[in-house]
């Protein structure tokens, strides 16, 4: 078990450079970025709201590619990044729920509305994931549910061009479309937030995605050595 | 033909298999023998390619469709008759002469009378003979039988050494029982789990 | 060519299995004709057509569901799953069989449904059908290999169920929009793509899904 801890080196200071950051975008978000004149200061949210929404799609992609290097390679080490990335993805997927309920309360005054496509298409992915793992857990540990799992979670990943697509259709008769969010335009300073914003929130979900894994591995390998001494 | 050096398999905290090292020669005859979950089972069926193993290298110098395949199960549908489960089996394995060996087969575990039955109709003993006919079906080259005596009556476990003869020497063969007495002079290695 | 002959015999092996067992395409139609009856007490007095069509997918997708959770059930049966694996046939040809078969049955529930339905409810042109259709294709592939995922596992009747609803909403859309939409050619656009998509997704991953090795 050489390298067993390598997985942890630079953590802490990568770490510390998120946390530092993500206190630089909020910083950005609720005191330096310029009002917003339409939606006043509900707005500010969006700069939390897209870039996590962002960060659970770019999860669910490194979970997909994880999972087509496990089926292509062989190596079942890719299995658990691929768990854990699809795990922080759902995380980050349920803080995107949560975000856009907020901005949709503060804004329409309704916690939920079917006419955002953004959310629709969130709780379908969310409810996809959390079926995820509902098959993980009824499998017994080995290859099968490696492999299973893999091809599920790429087909999270096809599903999310199709779904959208769906949703962008199921406007027509689903709801008339009352609510319209067009990204705000704009301004220097709101680009600088928005950019800060989205670096640190990566940042933070690609830490916390090694933080995890870590623990799983260190799991791992000392249930083996236990096993070894038995 | 095959070739298992430092086999180990767990499933999850259990280890079923560990430290299996061997060899066997094409034409070989290796009988497994050991106690209930001593994991016999789990050894064929990672010889076969069904299992992976946990750690370990296994080379079988065989490929799939020369490879027959005895397990605890039938591995036949219930509800189809023997002679559609063979001809199925016959079509997927690319049998030469189908309808002839089918019947060849059949006659030889005494099932030709009950060819049209289907299985769900069978007595255990029957099932595991048409088992067998499945096995022997494709004339494989590498012959994995997993307690291939249980359930056979008196007549049919005859009918088994006599196949067991003629196949010892010209086919390779992997047998694992219970009942090691009536196969061992037939084997030309021994490998005992714990 | 070989293949399509594994294939021929493996549908032929499935449809024989179900007109002997009887268990699943009763279980079907039965099912579907019975929840077009609750639909009927559901929907509240002087709802439009258009809430009938969606109840009827709902209808559609249970029913599916039923088909889809019996699928490899003839295989779970003395392991046969395990013969068909060791043969040298290809694995996804197995995935084929299997997926023809259930949408044989599918279909076979609905040609008594579908009637039934624009008897009771609602008029289905020829746009609706084609969306029928092509979402049964949809379905049926997904559905045959999520099932031989669920089928592995524990609480398998309670997994399947899970699987394929979220991946059945984008037929759910394709299929009403079909139904309802004064433009049926995006939705039923919609339905083939998806089709497309994991169809061929479902046949290249098959073999991952039931090998170890």
Known sequence: MTGALSWIRGLPGLAALAAGLMGLALLFSFFIAPEDADQGISQRIFYIHVPIALTAYFCFGLGAWKALLLLWRGDERYDLESYVAIHQGTIFGSLTLITGAIWAKA???????????????????FLFYCAYFMLRFSLPEGPRRARSSAVYALFGVALIPV???????????????????????????MFTAFCVSWAAVTLLAYVLYRVELAGKRLHTDLRELREVLE | MISVRNLEKRYGRSRVLAGIDFELPRDGFLLVTGANGSGKTTLLRVLTGLVAPTRGTVEVEVDRGRLGFLAHEPLVYRELTALENLDLFGRLYRVPERRERIGMLLERFGLWEARSVRVAAYSRGMGQRLALCRALLHDPELLVLDEPYASLDEQGGALLDRELEELAGTRTLVVSTHDPARVERLATQRLALA | MTYLADVAALTRKDLRVELRAQDTLPAMLLFVLS???????????????????????????????????????????????DGLVLAPCDRSAIWVGKTLATLAFLLAAQVVALPA?????????????????????????????????????????LLLPLLVLPLSIPLIVGGVGAAISPEPVRYLLLLALYDGIFAVLSWASFEYVVTES
């Open chain 1, 163 to 189: 779904s959208f697509l769906a949703i962008r259709l199921a406007e027509d008769f689903i709801h008339p479309t009352t609510f319209t969010r067009d990204g705000p335009q704009m301004t220097g300073t």
């Open chain 3, 117 to 157: 339905f624009a008897l009771f409810f609602a008029p289905l042109d020829a746009a609706a059908l084609a969306g029928v259709l092509l979402a049964d294709i949809g379905i049926c592939a997904v559905g045959s290999l999520l099932a031989a995922m669920a089928a592995a596992g524990r609480a398998r009747e």
């Open chain 1, 107 to 125: 804004s329409w005054g309704v916690w939920w509305t079917w006419d955002s496509n953004q959310l629709v298409l969130f709780l379908t992915l």
């Open chain 3, 35 to 81: 929840t077009l009856v609750v639909f009927h007490f559901a929907l509240p007095e002087g709802t439009g057509d258009d809430a009938a069509y969606g109840l009827l997918w709902v209808a559609i997708v249970f029913t599916a569901l039923l088909g889809l959770a019996r699928a490899w059930v003839p295989e779970q049966e003395h392991a046969v799953f």
